[in-house]
């Protein structure tokens, strides 16, 4: 079992930047695939970002390559998710995951979630 809870959200300019954390229960957090994903209003969830266990593997979604990066701290139960340039279409809620398997940007193969974070990007 892992809990999972998101902090870091907020009110943001277009253009800003925030960070956002994903701190996991449990042991054997190494042995978890991490993915980040959002939800607009009115939206389906849709992927962001997934990283390996190890950390070395990285993945995109195409709308937020080159602005956003996934890194994990497998020493602190945690991953992150620093996001740059933001723009109005990023205005979200974003959720982090878990899997137990290999990387995934499906939301079905996700086991584990965070309650969400708002993220709202203005004007």
């Known amino acids: 079992q892992v809990q999972l809870v998101e902090s870091g959200g907020g009110l943001v300019q277009a253009g800003g930047s925030l960070r956002l954390s994903c701190a996991a229960s449990g042991r054997t957090f190494s042995g978890y695939t991490m993915g980040w994903f959002r939800q607009a209003p009115g939206k389906e969830r849709e992927f962001v970002a997934h990283i390996s266990g190890s950390g070395v593997n990285k993945y995109y979604a195409d709308s937020v390559k080159g602005r956003f990066t996934i890194s994990r701290d497998n020493a602190k139960n945690t991953a992150y998710l620093p996001m740059n340039s933001l723009n109005l279409e990023d205005t979200a809620v974003y959720y982090c995951?878990?899997?137990?398997?290999?990387?995934?940007?499906?939301?079905?193969?996700?086991?584990?979630w965070g309650q969400g974070t708002q993220v709202p990007v203005s004007s």
């Open positions: 995951a878990a899997r137990s398997g290999l990387a995934s940007a499906q939301v079905s193969s996700y086991n584990y």
